[in-house]
């Protein structure tokens, strides 16, 4: 497997939203969103795009990790793991102290970010979400 610092297509993205079952974007939306990203990472083995992962934000106090997608296939490998890596690179270039870096994680998924140094939210702080339709 090697990583590649770059967005992915939006066929690529699109492909690969499908095989995790995450819903349909529009193309225009996907479009705007990979070319807005501060920084892409991708997983490529034997040729394919495999795994993708973003950084989001405004570039100084906020960061966000989005789209930590693996393919089915090849989960529980360690690609997750070294896309996460590159992604945390990048952001400790950038992140000045008080930076903030946040994700939503998959229902059950906390504990695979703890090593990245993330904790969860307390109960009584929960997130908030709406997704236009």
């Not at 906020?62 to 090849?74: A, K, M, N, R, S």
């Amino acid at each position: 497997m090697k990583l590649e610092h770059r967005s992915p297509t939006i066929s690529e993205y699109k492909t690969l939203r499908e095989a995790v079952g995450w819903w349909d974007v529009a193309e225009a939306a996907a479009e705007a969103a990979l070319g807005n990203a501060l920084f892409s990472v991708v997983a490529i083995e034997k040729g394919e795009l495999v795994g993708l992962g973003r950084v989001v934000g405004d570039g100084g106090l906020y960061f966000y990790i989005q789209d930590l997608i693996i393919h089915p296939e090849f989960q529980e490998k360690g690609f997750g793991k070294q896309v996460m890596g590159a992604l945390m690179a990048f952001i400790r270039t950038r992140a000045k102290s008080g930076a903030f870096i946040g994700l939503m994680a998959a229902k059950g998924l906390e504990g695979y970010y703890e090593p990245f140094g993330f904790t969860a939210r307390d109960e009584d702080a929960p997130g908030m979400y709406q997704i236009i339709e």
